[in-house]
């Protein structure tokens, strides 16, 4: 094994899967596993598809691509909407996908004409989070116009909440997409077979509602990922936050002052950090850095504090153990670290079955 690596505990992982179903199927809520997280792994995604979710979902069309090619025998959703350039691979790779742009889904309805491959379209609404959506008041123009359209085939609405204003998928929010997709349906004679309500961030809301209203699907990653509700970041009892483990090893230990000396300006990042004046301090140096995985997101299992890393180096503190050179030390991720560690080439991928 090299190093760095990440761990990945493919048992846990499992869990964390049955269990968000154990909640979901009672409720009649599908979802599909969002691997966008890691890369499209084949291996996480085998675990997904063997539980039986809905479908694998990713932004990238690539891992997709990837997935499909690997035998991965699942029905597969492409959640960013398609860019103009990469029509024929979605039509190829992907079943259906999310959009929001009637150009696009007429390039995909065109390709699908052109392939014989019919593509499902969910439309999503923008309920407020101000990244991808159709605005509710220009939904029944789309709907008509999506519905003229050949080769695709309109399967239901949904909305992203959470992700890029953190506006939390409320139950009022959750009603306005359950009444919009109830006009939708009265007013053009239709049955969506999907209303896709959220991603991880709807977790809590999906326990505690007796009003699910219409709404029968979910994009889920993060949860059952790392065991944690997005929308505070607190562990959800009954899951697994320690699927993924983080091990760097350590290149340097030496007993250093706490503060530099000398003229202080700007460090590798253009910051000018500060440093606790704490005397004589048990520093050490792991091989891992900003280009393995996001630094400032992994939190070390054993009792010692991150300073900061650079590109290639982490430089941490104990403040009792002494640590050798050699050692392996262990992190927790989480989502941009995990995010980060996948689309690194230099850190290896250890799945334990
Ligand atoms: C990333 C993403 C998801 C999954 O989000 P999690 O917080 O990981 O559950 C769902 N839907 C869309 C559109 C996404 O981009």
């Given at each position: 094994m090299t190093n760095p690596r990440i761990e990945i505990d493919l048992n846990k992982l499992s869990k964390n899967v049955q269990t968000v179903k154990n909640l979901f199927d009672p409720k009649g809520i599908q979802f599909s596993a969002v691997t966008k997280a890691v890369s499209g792994s084949i291996e996480i995604a085998n675990v997904f598809h063997d539980l039986g979710v809905h479908s694998l979902a990713d932004s990238r069309i690539i891992n997709i691509q990837k997935m499909r090619q690997a035998g991965l025998n699942s029905q597969y959703l492409l959640i960013r909407s398609p860019m103009l350039s990469e029509i024929e691979k979605v039509v190829e790779f992907a079943d259906f996908s999310l959009n929001t742009e009637l150009s696009v889904i007429d390039a995909l309805s065109k390709q699908a004409l052109k392939t014989g491959k019919a593509h499902k379209i969910i439309l999503i609404i923008d309920l407020g989070d101000l990244r991808e959506g159709i605005l509710p008041n220009e939904i029944e123009w789309m709907v008509d116009k999506v519905l003229h359209l050949q080769g695709v085939r309109l399967v239901g609405i949904g909305t992203n909440l959470?992700?890029?204003?953190?506006v939390a998928p409320t139950q009022e929010k959750m009603s306005e997409l359950s009444l919009l997709a109830k006009d939708i349906q009265d007013k053009f004679d239709l049955q969506f077979e999907l209303i896709s309500g959220g991603n991880s961030a709807n977790y809590q809301w999906i326990k505690k509602t007796n009003d699910l209203g219409g709404i029968n699907h979910m994009r889920i990653g993060e949860t059952i990922l790392l065991g944690r509700d997005t929308l505070t970041r607190k562990p959800i009892p009954g899951?697994?936050?320690?699927v993924f483990t983080l091990i760097a090893e350590v290149i340097e230990s030496k007993t250093k002052p706490s503060q530099p000396s000398g003229e202080i300006a700007q460090n590798a990042f253009g910051k000018t950090p500060s440093f606790d004046k704490l005397g004589d301090v048990h520093r050490a140096l792991l091989a891992i850095g900003e280009q393995d995985v996001d630094t400032k997101s992994i939190m070390p299992r054993s009792k010692i504090n991150i300073l900061g890393g650079t590109s290639d180096h982490l430089v941490i503190h104990s403040e009792k153990i002494k640590i050798k050179v050699g050692e392996e030390l262990k992190f927790d991720l989480n989502y941009s670290a995990l995010l980060r560690a996948f689309t690194s080439p230099y850190v290896q991928k250890v799945f334990l079955k």
């Open positions: 959470a992700c890029f204003a953190g899951l697994h936050t320690d």
